[in-house]
């Protein structure tokens, strides 16, 4: 189908620049570890609006997600040095760090955000708006979601995208607190094997 | 806690991407992440895997007053990240291209023999002794320090300056001096 090659072709040139990014983060971060605080400003600047984002996604208002990524960077700075490129790039390290951040800030604060959309609705209207940015990984992620059931597929989005206790999505989902443990403990296995790894 | 069962690592590793940990749990379990590599290849694994979900959140700048929180909770001399920097390098480069074009300008308006020139000096500083050691001045040095309005004790800074946009090299003041011969 065309508007698909056309999207491979985007991908294909938009690649490099996203390679550039992710590339010069291992470095920013290896010098932050040593205290360099130039070093750390620029990695501030490179990744402030995806984790922002991240943050707005979880916490649902603004003054809260501020503080999420300034909590979460002055802990970035503090453990720096724990960072460990074997393990993983460093944007992932730097979302588990703000988002763990901001479920904490969730659940001192006990109340829950408003106005939080379907994660399949984001998910789709995402896909089906013909972006061309989309990665392998996504379209990857979105076929192997696709086979999973209903609720299932809503408890593992509800978790991941909004942060939501085992709680929260068995109210949400109407389903008793032990289906939904058990339902995301299969639906993580079933990924696995579908994503074939 | 027994982390090295395998299953319990990878539901755990799972728990803990998906954020289902509560945080004494998740330090627990971050501390011994830290110390098998195992643990921390699985996480990896399903932090990477899950990852492309970000991808559907728009990114946003965050407002300028959360660096300058974080800038001073970490404590002084940290710089502002490169786009500020970049404004302020950008001020301060049109500041001095505006200064040496007036300079220039002037340069070229008010051409004054450099006789004159440490006359003048000389009458206010005292001054024109050194400048007559000079060896190599230009021949027609058009500057005027006094018709700048510069005061006389940033005279010699602006008369060395104007030597050496004309390439001379000329000691203007005792420490530069060099040596009595």
Known sequence: MLPYEDADVVARNLAPRVADLNSKLPELMRRAAQGDKQAFANLYQATSAKLFGVALRISGRREIAEEVVQESFVAIWGRAKDYDPVRGSVMTWLVTIVRHCAIDQLRHSQSRPEGHSAPEDILSTFVSTGRTDISAELRALQRCLDELDRKPRQAVLLAYLYGMTRDEIAARLNVPVGTVKSSLWRSLERLQRCLGS | ?181
């Open chain 2, 1 to 181: 806690m027994n982390y090295s069962r395998p299953e319990l690592g990878e539901r755990l590793a799972a728990d803990y991407v998906l954020g289902q940990m509560p945080p004494l749990a998740r330090r627990r379990f971050e501390r011994a992440m830290a110390g098998s590599a195992t643990i921390a290849a699985v996480v990896a694994a399903w932090s990477d895997r899950f990852a492309a979900l970000d991808e559907t959140t728009p990114a946003e700048t965050p407002p300028a007053r959360v660096w300058r929180a974080i800038d001073q909770q970490i404590g002084p001399g940290v710089r502002p990240p490169v786009r500020e920097r970049w404004f302020l390098w950008r001020g301060f480069a049109a500041l001095a291209v505006a200064a040496s074009l007036a300079l220039v300008v002037y340069i070229a308006l008010n051409p004054m023999k450099p006789r004159q020139l440490l006359a003048a000096v000389e009458a206010k500083s005292g001054l024109a002794a050194i400048m007559e050691t000079a060896k190599h001045s230009p021949a027609d040095l058009g500057l005027s320090t006094m018709r700048l309005g510069v005061s006389e004790r940033e005279r010699p800074r602006w008369l060395r300056a104007a030597l050496l946009i004309t390439n001379q090299t000329v000691p203007l003041t005792e420490e530069d001096s060099p040596p009595a011969r």
